[in-house]
C-alpha cells in the first residue's frame, strides 16, 4: 500500500504561483511513475502532469511551460511549480502513484486532494 499526503494549495490571483508538494509512504521501493491530476468542478479529471522513477516527464498542453514537475526520490516526493496561474486552472488537485501490478497492470494511488482556487 501506497499512501499520499499533498499539501501546498490555496487561494492565488492570476498571474501569481504556487506549489504543490506530496509525500509517499508505505510501499514507495516499487513506485514508478508520479503526478498530479486535477478536477474542475462539472468535469472530468484530467492529467496535469507525470514524472517517471527515470525522471522523464509528461505535461497536458494546457500547462506546458507554465508547470514543471519534479521529484525527490530520496524525500519520495514529488512537486508541482505551477506559475504564470489562470483561472482556467482552478480545480482540486490529486497527487497520483503508480506501481507494476500483476500482469503488468499498474496499480494506481491518490492522494486526498489539494484545492487550487485562481481568481481573475
Known amino acids: 500500500q501506497v499512501h499520499l499526503v499533498e499539501s501546498g494549495g490555496g487561494l492565488v490571483q492570476a498571474g501569481g504561483s504556487l506549489r504543490l508538494s506530496c509525500a509517499a509512504s508505505g510501499s514507495i521501493f516499487s513506485i514508478d511513475h508520479m503526478g498530479w491530476y486535477r478536477q474542475a468542478p462539472g468535469k472530468q479529471r484530467e492529467l496535469v502532469a507525470t514524472?517517471?522513477?527515470?525522471?522523464?516527464?509528461n505535461y497536458a498542453d494546457s500547462v506546458k511551460g507554465r508547470f514543471t514537475i519534479s521529484r525527490d526520490n530520496a524525500k519520495n516526493t514529488v512537486y508541482l511549480q505551477m506559475n504564470s496561474l489562470k483561472p482556467e486552472d482552478t480545480a482540486v488537485y490529486y497527487c497520483n502513484a503508480d506501481r507494476p501490478g500483476v500482469f503488468g497492470i499498474a496499480i494506481n494511488y491518490w492522494g486526498q486532494g489539494t484545492q487550487v482556487t485562481v481568481s481573475s
Open positions: 514524472i517517471a522513477s527515470g525522471g522523464s516527464t
